[in-house]
């Protein structure tokens, strides 16, 4: 990714109404494909919309999409959320390291940012709507098939594990804030972009313990130490 991140506003700046501040961990793109994969089937549902609305006498009852994928609303927040988080993921050299106490040894690369709180919202409400086990049959064939390219091949990935992707990164983009939080996000908003952040001992602690809530999330418990120790 050449584009940088738009996080690390000012120290003393606070976020918009409706905005909330989230710390977004490098881990080397892997929520942006679960998102992408998203995007593509909301993307269909908005086809599928559109072709009931122009031909509407085709003889087959018109697909009554559930809230929030009607209307292309989920689709709107997905992009936005897509924009704002691609530029926190696989950063290359030069955008500012985040390293313990005296250099002694590297995190990942942690970005503060304000983000549509109803987006987060939105994320939520679309995985639990793409989850149900009453889904239509039409929608859950769609979604198992944009599942399974999502896999790469390396692993059988259907539905509800995609599912299970999407409400993991809603609950990581909607971690409670903390004194911990508050104190990284303080810290990385006061460090300008493409310089080290080199923590103190009392934000490395921080730290420690916002990683650890942050891998119970997303790889519930194990599986992305690397990226967060």
């Given at each position: 990714?050449?584009?940088?991140?738009?996080?690390?506003?000012?120290?003393?700046?606070?976020?918009?109404?409706?905005?909330?501040?989230?710390?977004?961990?490098?881990?080397?793109?892997?929520?942006?494909?679960?998102?992408?994969?998203?995007?593509?089937?909301?993307?269909?549902?908005?086809?599928?919309?559109d072709?009931?609305?122009?031909?509407?006498?085709?003889?087959?009852?018109?697909?009554?999409?559930?809230?929030?994928?009607?209307?292309?609303?989920?689709?709107?927040?997905?992009?936005?959320?897509?924009?704002?988080?691609?530029?926190?993921?696989?950063?290359?050299?030069?955008?500012?390291?985040?390293?313990?106490?005296?250099?002694?040894?590297?995190?990942?690369?942690?970005?503060?940012?304000?983000?549509?709180?109803?987006d987060?919202?939105?994320?939520?409400?679309?995985?639990?709507?793409?989850?149900?086990?009453?889904?239509?049959?039409?929608?859950?064939?769609?979604?198992?098939?944009?599942?399974?390219?999502?896999?790469?091949?390396?692993?059988?990935?259907?539905?509800?594990?995609?599912?299970?992707?999407?409400?993991?990164?809603?609950?990581?983009?909607?971690?409670?804030?903390?004194?911990?939080?508050?104190?990284?996000?303080a810290?990385?908003?006061?460090?300008?972009?493409?310089?080290?952040?080199?923590?103190?001992?009392?934000?490395e602690?921080?730290h420690?313990?916002?990683?650890?809530?942050?891998?119970?999330?997303?790889?519930?418990?194990?599986?992305?130490?690397?990226?967060?120790?």
């Open positions: 990714m050449t584009e940088q991140p738009t996080g690390h506003p000012g120290p003393s700046e606070q976020p918009a109404p409706g905005q909330r501040t989230v710390l977004v961990v490098d881990l080397d793109g892997e929520p942006l494909a679960p998102l992408r994969a998203l995007e593509e089937i909301l993307l269909c549902l908005g086809g599928w919309e072709d009931d609305q122009e031909d509407p006498g085709a003889g087959t009852e018109p697909q009554r999409l559930p809230a929030p994928l009607a209307g292309r609303v989920a689709l709107a927040a997905v992009q936005r959320l897509l924009a704002a988080l691609a530029p926190t993921q696989s950063r290359g050299p030069g955008c500012g390291r985040l390293l313990a106490p005296d250099g002694r040894y590297e995190h990942a690369p942690m970005t503060a940012l304000s983000l549509p709180a109803a987060i919202e939105l994320l939520s409400a679309t995985a639990a709507a793409l989850g149900h086990p009453g889904l239509d049959a039409h929608l859950a064939e769609l979604v198992d098939a944009h599942a399974a390219q999502l896999a790469g091949g390396y692993r059988r990935t259907g539905r509800i594990e995609l599912v299970s992707l999407l409400a993991r990164l809603a609950s990581l983009l909607d971690l409670a804030p903390t004194d911990d939080t508050r104190l990284l996000t810290r990385l908003r006061a460090t300008p972009l493409g310089i080290d952040c080199v923590l103190s001992d009392a934000e602690a921080a420690a313990r916002t990683a650890d809530r942050m891998n119970h999330l997303w790889a519930r418990g194990s599986g992305i130490d690397r990226y967060l120790y």
